[in-house]
């Protein structure tokens, strides 16, 4: 790896970082509100039994494979490796747009691959912090559909509706990222004054009719990827510190120092949405607040198992979109990663992008592919799955469904070779009960003691175990 690609990692792994070593507001139970509308809260539901997600990150990044569009943020902790000058780097990246050409872009591979997965909803990056559009908006030309960018004369330029409707075409669930703020519009970086900060580059309060516009533009280009591209089931809002004043709490405080009144109207938002979308989920991330759905820990888990709603959006590699020569975690990592996660109860959303030629990495295909064998199998024990105590012991991690079955998750270490002779399983439930290996349906010899249900491993099978990513054992009352 070498030293660009090396500082661009750690850079990921800072952005990671202080959002993760923040307090976390979006992990506030208490705070959380459940929604009042009905039809909200059955696809809420719904989407709980989904379990595992893809988020797709592409753009202008994507050409030099950078952190995102966190450059051009002048911030004093953000990296750019290669520049001593920031307006250059600005120019530069976003003249990225004349670059950007992903002609390998291709959306129904890149939906039976996701399909393929044992992911059941996908959402995709319609815009980063940059700016830049992945659709034809009508409210900018900093955009993909534009004639300055060369993918624009390409049939498939309108990346976000070829790969809604590829996915949605997989029967796959399907939801729209947007970053709230925008770092190329006048509207919020107004080049009059120099950006300080990820904020806004003026006072809001002395120039309100600017910001206006940067409302209404916000506004607008919701409405187009909410209402202009078929059904969306989730809206999924980045960029917190774009809150109104009034929902910043201590806890999000480090990333909200603008002192003034961000609101945008999510309620109008919502509302517009929901008319074309009845029951759309919507997650204004980290704003607490009838508009975050559900909560969104970001490359972390929850502690504990939650009674609410949650998600953890979790890279793949080092950065949500692609970075060359990114560490991507194994299959072993990820389906470990996605069981435990389920066994707090929640789900995990798993973010990885393309090359800006259009391809993912084979490692990313790799793993895909490697998750849905895992899933092909055991998905009995993860989709549409609840909590249950003790959620996880050491290297067992448990799910039910109804009051007779429970599913006991042996996650093997990387290096070990051979399961143990027995595994004790830890079970509230009474009465006669059957343990079956649920990769093949083996019946296992077990015993209730007062530790637990004792469960036999047979010698012959112990060693192959070992390798799978995670072994399913199934216990049912009868």
């Known amino acids: 790896m070498n030293r660009i ?16 070593q923040s307090t976390y507001a979006q992990t506030e139970e208490k705070s959380y509100i459940w929604p009042k509308d009905q039809k909200v809260m059955e696809n809420l539901k719904a989407w709980q039994g989904y379990k595992f997600g893809l988020l797709i990150h592409m753009g202008l990044y994507s050409v030099d494979g950078v952190i995102e569009s ?21 120019t530069d990246y976003r003249n990225n747009k004349a670059k950007f050409n992903p002609v390998h872009f291709d ?16 959402i995709y990056s319609t815009k980063h912090h940059d700016g830049f559009c992945l659709y034809d908006s009508k409210f900018t030309d900093f955009k993909v559909t534009d004639k300055g960018c060369p993918f624009s004369v390409n049939p498939k330029s309108n990346v976000y509706k070829e790969i809604m409707d590829a996915s949605r075409k997989e029967g ?32 809001i309060t002395q120039h309100p009719e600017r910001w206006k516009k940067f409302v209404e533009y916000t506004q607008n280009q919701i409405n187009e990827i909410t209402t202009e591209y ?10 917190c510190w774009v809150m109104p004043k009034s929902a910043i709490t201590p806890k999000v405080a480090e990333f909200c120092k603008y002192p003034f009144d961000m609101d945008i109207n999510m309620k109008l938002i919502a509302e517009k949405a929901r008319k074309t979308n009845p029951g759309m989920l919507v997650v204004d991330r980290w704003v607490q607040g009838e ?17 609410v709603p949650w998600e953890s959006c979790i890279t793949m590699g080092g950065a949500w979109g692609w970075v060359p020569g990114d560490q991507y975690k194994s299959v072993k990592e990820l ?19 393309p090359k800006g030629t259009g391809e993912f990495e084979p490692a990313v295909y ?40 429970i599913y006991a998750i042996y996650m093997p270490e990387k290096n070990e070779t051979s399961l143990p002779e027995t595994l004790t399983i830890k079970t509230n439930l009474k009465g006669k009960l059957s343990a079956v290996l649920l990769s093949d349906g083996k019946k296992l010899k077990s015993k209730i003691t007062p530790e637990g249900l004792v469960v036999g491993i047979p010698s012959s099978i112990r060693t192959m175990l070992a390798q799978e990513e995670a072994v399913v054992i199934k216990i049912s009352r009868f």
């Open 5 to 20: 690609t090396k500082s661009l990692l750690l850079t990921s792994l800072l952005i990671s970082g202080l959002l993760a």
């Open 335 to 353: 389906v470990q990663l996605l069981v435990k996660i389920v066994a707090k109860g929640g789900n995990l959303l798993l973010g990885v992008g």
């Open 366 to 405: 790799d793993r895909l592919e490697g998750m849905g064998k895992w899933l092909t199998t055991n998905g009995e024990a993860i989709y549409g799955t609840v909590p249950v105590e003790p959620f996880q012991e050491g290297k067992i991690a448990y799910t039910a469904k109804g009051p007779d079955t």
């Open 291 to 307: 508009y975050e759905n559900y909560l969104t820990p970001e490359q972390k888990t929850m502690d504990r198992a939650s009674t």
């Open 70 to 90: 966190w450059g051009l943020c002048p911030e004093d902790w953000i990296t750019r490796p290669g520049y001593d000058d920031y307006y250059k780097y600005a």
């Open 107 to 122: 959306p129904r591979k890149w939906a039976k691959a996701f399909k393929g997965s044992g992911a059941k909803y996908m």
């Open 172 to 203: 796959l669930a399907v939801g729209a990222y947007f970053s709230k703020p925008d770092w190329t519009t006048p509207y919020f970086w107004w080049p009059y004054y120099p950006p300080k900060d990820r904020n806004p580059s003026y006072d």
């Open 230 to 239: 078929g059904k969306v089931d989730i809206l999924w809002l980045d960029g």
